[in-house]
């Protein structure tokens, strides 16, 4: 036997309808009469299924179902439970007195299911909130390590310009005063700086000054002869200046053969023999 | 011109103190040396330093301050509980801000243990009002739940006016 009669269940599902949807600001209001009615009649069906059978399989499924519907619609505990008590109170009032003790306990499993999955699915959504911070906060990171990359790669490229500067000093003559470490990287960058400079200036000499290198060891050299053949492809000459007497000695230890390149020992020789390769002269002037 | 109260935006600071360097900096930075409790603060700077204040310390110590800003405010010794307090929350709101459009707070209860606030007040301040709302019932050692109803929210621009469900 039914719970309730046709015209009872009617009255139930009106008025709890009605209360819901008149509900200020709540997710029912919100989702409109409509969906409702709908859960509000599941939920009946299912408490007279229930209450007839003796189980709660039924409650759970229109629990659940309730629970995501409204979560869609901005559901908050407080409305969670004005569905229930609201279900109760009314379902309570029209019921056959020897059945509220079944309402009771059906509408209390309701409240417990409804608010687990409510909280579970709260949970949820508070970790990919979580989640979704955390990703924004990295990627804010990320674009600060970016910045900080660029701005530290275009200082270093300033400083390595900076660092293998070309004088034209004479036309047709180059100084290259080599200060710092001497090593692949900048002999890459010298080459071809130095060889676009010769094209440009149409230089025949060009002076390397070693003086500033504190290391000039077999790889330096090695670095230094290649470059000095690469310069001599473009018709012009290398004099190489400023070899401390320890750079000498290690040189000549190590075997490093500097053949068909000149060797001065200061700037000033290396410019006195370039000046005359180039059949110049300097000669004081008084204005 | 609205304003608001340098009293209320005192107790804003001090609910603040764990943070004071940083809050000290934003106040700085927003031009004014120090909050003078008897003046008279234009309301969207003092909102702007609210809104400044979230972003850099975060949700949860902008609810802190809003709850502090109620538990520690004198009131009446007549308001004696959370429903007297609730009730008189948009009072209060009246006595902290000033000028035309400042906005209003109404409650309105549905049964005991639960009140609907309507608030066009603090626009854009949604967790800052939680925070006020949660301090009012915890002044008399209740601790509710605060849930903004769907719908209608200043902030997020679905709605003129904010909505709170207040419940223990």
């Known amino acids: ?287 | 011109m609205r304003e608001y109260s340098g009293a209320a935006l005192s107790s804003f600071i001090v609910g603040l103190s764990e943070h004071q360097a940083v809050v000290d900096k934003l106040v700085a930075d927003s031009g004014v040396d120090r909050i003078d409790p008897e003046a008279w603060y234009d309301i969207e700077w003092a909102f702007d330093l609210f809104n400044k204040i979230e972003k850099k310390l975060g949700r949860a110590a902008v609810i802190k301050v809003g709850r502090s800003m109620t538990e520690t405010a004198v009131y009446p010794p007549e308001v004696d509980s959370a429903e007297k307090i609730l009730s008189g929350v948009g009072s209060w709101w009246a006595l902290n801000a000033r000028g035309p459009g400042i906005g209003t707070i109404t409650c309105e209860w549905e049964d005991e243990h639960s009140a609907v606030i309507e608030c066009t007040a603090y626009r854009n301040h949604c967790t800052l009002m939680t925070g006020i709302l949660e301090g009012a019932c915890m002044r008399y050692g209740i601790t509710p739940l605060v849930e903004h109803g769907p719908g209608s929210c200043i902030q997020q621009e679905t709605g003129d006016m904010c909505v709170y469900r207040v419940s223990w």
Not at chain 1, 45 to 53: C, F, G, H, I
Not at chain 1, 94 to 121: K, N
Not at chain 1, 166 to 187: K, S
């Open chain 1, 1 to 287: 036997m039914s719970l309730f009669d046709a015209s009872t269940r009617t009255e139930l599902v009106s008025s709890v309808t009605q209360r819901l949807a008149k509900r200020r600001m709540s997710a029912f209001s919100v989702a409109g009469e409509e969906p409702c009615r709908v859960h509000v009649e599941a939920a009946v069906d299912a408490l007279e299924r229930d209450t007839e059978a003796g189980t709660a399989e039924a409650m759970r499924v229109v629990a659940v179902a309730f629970t995501n519907t409204f979560l869609a619609h901005g559901l908050g505990y407080s409305d969670l439970t004005f569905f229930t008590r609201l279900l109760r109170e009314r379902a309570r009032e029209l019921a056959p007195a020897h059945q509220r003790a079944a309402i009771e306990q059906w509408c209390y499993d309701h409240l417990v299911v409804s608010t687990t999955h409510f909280m579970v699915q709260r949970d949820d959504a508070l970790q990919r909130e979580a989640a979704q911070r955390d990703i924004e906060r990295f990627e804010s990171q990320l674009a600060e390590l970016r910045v900080a990359l660029n701005e530290k790669t275009q200082l270093l490229e300033l400083i390595r310009e900076a660092s293998t500067p070309i004088a034209p000093v004479v036309p047709g003559i180059l100084v290259v005063p080599l200060v710092g470490t001497f090593d692949r990287f900048r002999a890459e960058l010298l080459t071809e700086r130095l060889l676009d400079a010769i094209g440009q200036s149409r230089a025949r000499v060009t002076i390397l000054d070693i003086s500033g290198v504190p290391v000039f060891d077999t790889d330096a050299a090695q670095l230094v002869i290649r470059l000095a053949r690469s310069v001599r492809l473009l018709g012009a000459k290398v004099i190489l200046v400023g070899m401390s007497p320890d750079n000498a000695r290690t040189i000549v230890e190590l075997g490093v053969a500097l053949d068909g390149m000149m060797t001065c020992r200061a700037l000033q020789d290396g410019l006195r023999a370039a000046l005359a390769i180039q059949r110049l002269k300097l000669v004081s002037t008084e204005f």
